[in-house]
């Protein structure tokens, strides 16, 4: 007998968003074991409202085999009140903000390719981040404190730490796609090294190491086949080249890569990086990103905050069309795993994936606490990180660095530290070789771009921050 959970209730904070919004209401109407209610949070009420419309008329189709009402509320009491799951998807800041983080370091010759977790870009948008993740833990605590977390906003590391900071009994973990984009390139290794097909990426197993964006695969395996002799063959026959499942898909979308980064990497350390090249060449120093013409050698982009404020307003128009009847709403999966989570804590299923989690041993050479990226198994009302294991000596020198910072950061965005915050800046690999002055000189510069969004202890002009 198929067993069915009604009546579940979801909070949406970041309900308005244009993307993760539709991928959660595709897949929760292709889900016929949940229904329930998603209570929609935003703090742009318009925009909860038109998903509130959209997510209703998907449910109403009769292809729609998971039937939800989706409410708009102002109010995040509302909104998490008698909440089983909560789900946190926003934009902190907004990108004017986000052009900061990223642009603002070139003019001190410092390139990022993404720029949201760590290096200059990821340090100012985690002090702006955390505060507002103070605030939501401390509203979760209030209003729904039984209730999951899953959080999907980056810093995905520091969002995670913050509400286990502030709320030390929450159930929350964060939740990230790099890993299943990596579970595909050792799929089609597979098929190309031996002409087996593999169904889904979910039958490569792995063994998930080290934080968030910047995770390491030490064991992969398919149907009894141990797949890192292969990779190491695979990576040596594409290493130069770059491997794409179609040849030139990289130069296409400012998102994708040739994976050459990764394969470099793996030749340096033996593992198998498990995230994109964009977020891989912000942990390490300069090699990628020295230049554009660096990037563009390795085979990835540097993605404009022009072309993600062009596509957010396309998907803003795109998502009015849809709620005014005049576009279509396509059903399909989204290829993410929140509803299959939510299934599991539901007790319907049990799964195995990659969460970030704090670390209570999972992985053996990193500090207690820290928020780090681990397989974890997910039964009812339960999340078991697995033993990952230890990092290897050369990998935990660069990772413990990222650990201790993100610490640094964090303790430095609930005190209003504007010296631990520095002293963290000039410790990231992309900003040390600026030295001290030109690396004060560029954070007082970003910070004063974002001032109205963090706390005034660390604006150097204080009355310029008063005044604003």
Known sequence: MNRKVENVKIAYIGGGSQGWAKRLMNDLALEPRISGTVSLYDIYPEAARQNAVIGNSVSAREEAVGK?????????????????????????????????????????????????????????????????????????????????????????????????????????????????????????????????????????????????????????????????????????????????????????????????????????????????????????????????????????????????KKDHKSKIEQNQKVAAGEADFELAPSGEEGVAIIAALLGLEELVTNVNMPNGGQIANLPYGAVVETNAVLRRDSVQPVLAGSLPADLLGIIGRHAANQEAVLQAALTENRELALNAFINDPLVAPLGFEQAEALFDEMIQNTKSHVGGGFVRDRNAYASS
């Open 68 to 308: 939800w009402v989706y409410e708009a509320t102002g109010d995040i009491k509302e909104a998490l009140t008698n909440a089983d799951f909560v789900i946190i998807s926003i934009l902190p800041g907004s990108f004017d903000e986000m052009a900061s983080d990223v642009h603002t370091p070139e003019k001190y010759g410092i390139y990022q390719s993404v720029g949201d977790t760590v290096g200059p870009g990821g340090i100012i948008r985690s002090l702006r981040t955390i505060p507002i993740y103070k605030e939501i833990a401390e509203n979760i605590k209030a209003y729904a404190p039984d209730a999951w977390v899953i959080n999907y906003t980056n810093p995905m590391t520091l969002c995670t730490r913050t509400l286990y900071e502030v709320f030390p009994e929450v159930k929350a973990f964060g939740c990230c796609h790099e890993v299943f984009e990596v579970q595909h390139l050792l799929a089609d290794m597979v098929e190309e090294m031996t002409g087996t097909a593999v169904e889904q990426r979910q039958d490569i197993q792995v063994n998930v190491i080290g934080i968030n964006h910047f995770t390491w695969i030490d064991r992969a395996s398919y149907q009894q086949m141990d797949l890192l002799p292969m990779y190491k063959e695979f990576v040596e026959k594409h290493a130069e080249s770059g491997y794409e499942k179609n040849l030139g898909d990289w130069e296409k979308s400012v998102f994708s890569s040739a994976n050459r980064v990764k394969f470099d990497l793996f030749r340096r350390y033996g593992l198998i990086a498990a995230a994109g090249d964009r977020h891989l060449a912000e942990f390490m120093p300069p090699v990628y990103l020295e230049s554009p013409e660096t990037v563009a050698k390795w085979k990835f982009h540097l993605t404009p905050v022009d072309f993600r």
